[in-house]
């Protein structure tokens, strides 16, 4: 599943292609994402490209003539090819630009989301992202933030650094990472971190988010091309998927354990 680096790459990767050209055309199948392919998508077509951001995992193509919201899901691929490469199975969504180069969104599993918010009617005001968290490189986001979220909750830890509406972009992968470095037990309650593990968590997840990043972005070239297919690249993990491996650290097993349905990796000695 695509993380807050993977989008962020994303985002990177096409907004070179997108920023000030005109969509000239918008193509959407019968085939239905986590909400259906609505006509009002064709409102940009003749519209011009302003801006591409991302907000959590959501990316955002402002225009001339409103909004693109997209949202990756499970599986979703955005790539950047050049106009007549014909379409391949599980390509659901594309626009083409006045550069001769088309976005296509390519999703499997179709958890993805592709929806047209009018100029007047911005997406940041929409349901999904009107309560998000603070970003996490954002100033807002920090130790004292953090401290004042996680006292008022008595859930794990994990569970709460995996929330959204405390902060976004940690999701289940980056959570374990994070919590390994910073030497923080998973199933801690969250209100028994103190004050100096907010400060090292909110230093370790930028640290580990923004490595992520970098390393994307030599695979950025994977966005043009004809078999321009973008593989999400594999981290350097120390924990997650290492079930029964020796702990990098001290060379004991990392136990694998289950909380709240999505699995977690630590090493019982590293963390306790
Ligand atoms: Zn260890």
């Known amino acids: 599943m695509p993380e807050l680096p ?45 801006k591409v951001e991302r907000r959590a995992k959501y990316i955002i193509i402002m225009t001339t003539k409103g ?6 899901g499970m599986t979703g691929h955005l790539t950047v090819l050049d106009k007549g490469v014909q379409r391949a199975l599980h390509d659901h969504f594309e626009i083409e630009l006045s550069n001769k180069k088309i ?43 953090l401290y ?28 374990s990472e994070v919590l390994f470095k910073t030497k923080i037990n998973p199933t801690t309650p969250a209100n028994k971190i103190s004050l100096r593990q907010c400060q090292n968590l909110v230093s370790n997840i930028r640290d580990i988010l923004s490595e992520s990043i970098n390393k994307g972005g030599t695979t ?17 993990l120390n924990v997650y998927g290492h079930k029964n491996d020796p ?10 354990i289950i909380q709240g349905q999505r699995s977690t990796f630590y090493c019982p000695n590293c963390q306790k």
Request: glycine share 8%.
């Open 247 to 256: 702990c990098p650290v001290c060379g004991h097993k990392i136990v694998s």
């Open 103 to 145: 976005i296509r969104l390519n999703d499997i599993r179709r958890f993805g989301l592709v929806l047209y918010y009018p100029l007047e009617q911005s997406p940041y005001e929409s349901e999904y992202l009107k309560d998000l968290g603070p970003e996490p490189f954002s100033d807002e986001f920090n130790a004292e933030y």
């Open 6 to 50: 993977e989008v962020e790459v994303t985002k990177n990767g096409i907004a070179g292609y997108l920023i000030d050209q005109k969509i000239t055309k918008v193509y959407f199948d019968d085939k239905s994402l986590r909400k259906p392919f609505l006509p009002n998508l064709y409102n940009l077509e003749g519209a011009e490209v302003r």
């Open 67 to 72: 909004y693109l919201l997209l949202h990756l």
């Open 220 to 236: 950025i070239r994977d966005f043009s091309g004809a078999d321009g297919r973008l593989g999400y690249f594999v981290q350097n």
């Open 148 to 175: 004042s979220k996680l006292s008022r909750h008595s859930k794990s830890i994990k569970q709460t650094i995996t929330d959204n509406y405390v902060v976004v972009g940690i999701g289940n992968i980056y959570a």
